[in-house]
T-cell receptor, first 116, second 112 residues
Framework: GAVVSQHPSRVICKSGTSVKIECRSL??????MFWYRQFPKQSLMLMAT?????????EQGVEKDKFLINHASLTLSTLTVTSAHPEDSSFYIC????????????FGPGTRLTVL | AQSVTQLDSHVSVSEGTPVLLRCNYS??????LFWYVQHPNKGLQLLLK??????LVKGINGFEAEFKKSETSFHLTKPSAHMSDAAEYFC??????????FGAGTRLFVKA
């Protein structure tokens, strides 16, 4: 099956710094990638949808200047949390979808961000 | 409006007994439906999916789900629970290839 990787799996940073998370589709080309955020014991919340070569579409309430998304190629999307604060600590999960995947998304393993 | 509701926030069963995790959806479109499992501090793993083919869908690890359009339901079942099934389960609905909505999740506890 299709594989999506995320790097890093865990990151701890100081408040005020920026953190970049990479999401890669390893064996397929992802026309669309999604970024989700998951708080402890809660469901996934869609943050944004990105299509290769175009600007990401952010969900209501998600600050686009704080969560920068770049989908530079058909196999790579990055999420940068700028000027991170402790309340940004969360589990971030990406997913990728091909045009012919019948709406199925392939999920990455997630990145645990802890901001001190 | 489109929505998905997982009727139980947590379910507790004994090992070897059946599992039922309930999911209802609301949609104006023909949906694609999925069940994912998430073990602690892990990503999501696809259990099974319904995409307008057979209404009874068989997935991995002995799980299956039945799409009932008249009841707008897509409940997940397994005949016999195993300790390793303890995890969080998400019902996910995708509409028209655009919007994907996650249910709130159901935590499955399996007692020895």
């Amino acid at each position: 099956g299709a594989v999506v990787s995320q790097h890093p799996s865990r990151v701890i940073c100081k408040s005020g710094t920026s953190v970049k998370i990479e999401c890669r589709s390893l064996d397929f080309q992802a026309t669309t990638m999604f970024w989700y955020r998951q708080f402890p014991k809660q469901s996934l919340m869609l943050m944004a949808t990105s299509n290769e070569g175009s600007k990401a579409t952010y969900e209501q309430g998600v600050e686009k200047d704080k969560f920068l998304i770049n989908h530079a190629s058909l196999t790579l999307s990055t999420l940068t949390v700028t000027s991170a604060h402790p309340e940004d600590s969360s589990f971030y999960i990406c997913s990728a979808r091909t045009s012919g995947s019948q709406n199925e998304q392939f999920f990455g393993p997630g990145t645990r961000l802890t901001v001190l | 409006a489109q929505s998905v509701t997982q009727l139980d926030s947590h379910v507790s069963v004994s090992e070897g007994t059946p599992v039922l995790l309930r999911c209802n959806y609301s949609s104006s479109y023909s949906p694609s439906l999925f069940w994912y499992v998430q073990h602690p501090n892990k990503g999501l793993q696809l259990l099974l999916k319904y995409t307008s083919a057979a209404t009874l869908v068989k997935g991995i690890n002995g799980f299956e789900a039945e799409f009932k359009k008249s009841e707008t339901s897509f409940h997940l079942t397994k005949p016999s629970a195993h300790m390793s099934d303890a995890a969080e389960y998400f019902c996910v609905v995708s509409f028209g290839g655009f919007k994907t909505i996650f249910g709130a999740g159901t935590r499955l506890f399996v007692k020895a």
